[in-house]
């Protein structure tokens, strides 16, 4: 049986880059299929029966096929992750970094995904600025506990990565190039940087999105 990991989804999706940077950091082999956007795909029966939301990622690791991210993230980290790697050493720990998963989803990325469309995704003539600020300061004001959470620790769980810092990891490249003002945040600005240290981070995640730019 083929036990090669496959990844459908294409390379400039925040939710397919959370799910590669992962792949990467546990040093699995993977095959990425270009899938949604300009590749489309997603109407076809044979993707549908993987993922009858028809968006993407989806995962499949032998008999094993998941979409959602975030639990295929978890998934990732469960199967193969270590204590050195993402993996935790106790089920404390564990849920430690799954607070975080949750923290992201449920309070920031609906406003970085609202904030993303606004400065890049929609044609300039659909763009409100005065919506814009609104959500920018929402989403600021959102990191000061991430921020503040993060003083003394190089990751969010502490010394070392772990799937609490994906999520937020993910956004944190776009959010930086983004043309915007940017808050003061400055334990994830040094955060931020020690990410983009990281090689996996590099490859999978700080990936040119001007082909997402929308024009009139």
């Known amino acids: 049986m083929d036990q090669t990991i496959k990844l459908w989804g294409r390379a400039t999706s925040v939710n397919v880059q959370k799910v590669a940077w992962v792949i990467a950091e546990l040093g699995l082999t993977c095959q990425r299929i270009d899938a949604g956007g300009e590749f489309g795909g997603l109407d076809d029966p044979n993707y549908i ?13 032998g008999a094993v096929t998941l979409w959602e991210s975030n639990a295929i993230c978890r998934y990732l980290v469960g199967a193969y992750g270590t204590p050195e790697t993402l993996g935790t050493k106790n089920i404390a720990e564990g849920a430690q970094a799954d607070m975080w998963v949750e923290w992201f989803q449920n309070n920031a990325y609906a406003n970085f995904i609202a904030l993303f469309y ?8 659909q763009r409100d600025p005065e919506r814009k600020t609104k959500i920018l300061d929402a989403f600021s004001a959102t990191l000061n506990l991430f921020d503040q959470t993060l003083e003394g620790h190089d990751f969010i769980s502490g010394a070392k990565l772990g799937l609490g810092d994906i999520p937020i990891g993910s956004c944190l490249f776009r959010y930086y190039t983004m043309d915007i003002p940017h808050r003061s945040h400055p334990n994830i600005e040094r955060y931020y940087e020690t990410l983009a240290s990281r090689r996996a981070y590099r490859d999978n995640v700080m990936i040119d999105y001007s082909s997402l730019r929308g024009s009139d």
């Not at 606004?118 to 003539?125: A, G, I």
């Open 49 to 61: 029966a993987l993922n009858p939301n028809r968006r993407v990622p989806t995962l499949v690791d």
């Open 118 to 125: 606004q400065v890049v995704r929609l044609p300039p003539s």
